[in-house]
């Protein structure tokens, strides 16, 4: 997807160039072009379905059949892109953030910043065009800025999300059970280290502490050592001021009284010094 409203695409090369160590030639990658509407920012593409889906600021789902093959040097800018065969209005309240797909199971999951996770299906299926929301659910904070990056498991049962909030999390999608298998470490270093990890004591949800929370107060304890800091200073250099006026106190009680300076010369504040003269 590029920044100009075009979507490209790559043939993968499957010759094998004499000198590995210089860049490859585009005109063996035999990329192709094709112009999409004006604010879009994301591609979902999968090597199971023939289409490719594109999203943006109007929050709609843009399927297109065929992948780019127009040359960059023949688009033409004035004219509007190309109709989509499929427009799915069901997406997120929010932008599309990430997505990912499952080869077995033929389905396509996104997430996004409002913090739902939609499941489609790239085939038709009973009640449901193709491409429809098959179900949607919440999985993070949208203040958070919602779901971040989203994994599917081989057998497609589970999801793995992780969001703006610090929270990683596991949804099981059908009739499964959720894993709780050990992981096996047969590298003796491993268990060793593994034999130090502290046990992490689980805590209430309403009672974790979200990274931007973190910030904020780490934030506040640099900027009150900060204001410690400028204070201290200040009062030090007010004590020098206040030992050099005692000295000259001191020194003008020994001098003659021609010499002498009256009390009120030595006030340092100028608005009661402008009101004594």
């Avoid at 004006?38 to 023939?50: A, H, N, Q, R, V």
């Avoid at 943006?56 to 992948?67: M, Q, R, S, T, V």
């Amino acid at each position: 997807m590029l920044s100009n409203n075009l979507v490209e695409s790559y043939e993968i090369p499957t010759e094998i160039f004499s000198n590995r160590l210089d860049p490859m030639p585009q005109s063996a990658t035999k990329s192709g072009v094709r112009k999409v509407d004006t604010g879009s920012d994301f591609l979902i593409s999968s090597k199971f379905c023939k289409h490719y889906i594109v999203s943006g600021d109007d929050l709609i789902l843009k399927a297109y059949e065929h992948y780019p093959t127009d040359d960059f040097k023949v688009i033409d800018w004035k004219k509007p892109a190309v109709k989509p065969a499929i427009e799915l209005k069901d997406s997120h309240a929010l932008a599309l953030t990430c997505y990912t797909t499952n080869e077995a199971s033929k389905i396509i999951i996104t997430g996004g910043r409002d913090g739902m996770i939609n499941i489609r299906s790239s085939e038709t299926q009973p009640g449901h065009d193709q491409f429809e929301c098959l179900t949607t659910f919440s999985a993070h904070s949208v203040l958070q800025g919602g779901v971040v990056s989203i994994a599917i498991d081989q057998s497609g049962q589970f999801i793995y999300s992780s969001g703006g909030d610090g929270s990683i999390m596991i949804h099981s999608i059908t009739s499964a059970s959720l894993p709780h298998l050990e992981i096996p470490f047969e590298n003796a270093q491993e268990t060793g280290y593994l034999a130090n990890v502290p046990t992490v004591q689980p805590q209430p949800y309403d009672e974790l502490t979200t990274v931007t929370q973190y910030m904020i107060e780490e934030f506040q304890k640099i900027n009150d050592e900060r204001k410690r800091t400028f204070r201290s200073d200040i009062m030090k250099e007010l004590n020098g001021i206040q030992n050099n006026l005692k000295e000259l106190l001191s020194e003008n009680i020994k001098v003659t009284d021609i010499e002498k300076l009256e009390r009120d010369e030595f006030v340092i504040d100028t608005a009661k010094a402008a009101e004594l003269w």
